[in-house]
């Protein structure tokens, strides 16, 4: 069983930054994709960002062009820079991993953008 742990979540004001790791508990290059995703109060999970095992990347319309995805297999980790942030981007930040048919959560982290 694969464990996955994000953290870097925060309280941080409209216009500022944060960066989300999520470590995996072993070897993530053979992940096929993984990515983040997140869900607001009285909302459904939303896609945030993916990025695949050969580093292709895709966002959210809404997340596009301020957050950046990444992935660094040797440290096991995957990362979200999430730049220029907005009330609305409020949520519990989630990393997902796929293997196969396997596929793997981490238990959430929290993001509070203030005005």
């Known amino acids: 069983q694969v464990q996955l742990v994000e953290s870097g979540g925060g309280l941080v004001q409209a216009g500022g930054s944060l960066k989300l790791s999520c470590a995996a508990s072993r070897n993530i290059f053979r992940f096929n994709t993984m990515g983040w995703y997140r869900q607001a109060p009285g909302k459904q999970r939303e896609l945030v960002a993916t990025?695949?095992?050969?580093?292709?990347?895709n966002y959210a319309d809404s997340v596009r062009g301020r957050f950046t995805i990444s992935r660094d297999n040797a440290k096991n980790t995957m990362y979200l820079q999430m730049n220029s942030l907005k009330p609305e981007d409020t949520a519990v930040y989630y990393c997902?991993?796929?293997?196969?048919?396997?596929?793997?959560w981490g238990q959430g982290t929290q993001v509070t953008v203030s005005q």
């Open positions: 997902n991993a796929l293997e196969g048919w396997a596929e793997y």
């Open positions: 990025i695949t095992s050969y580093f292709s990347t």
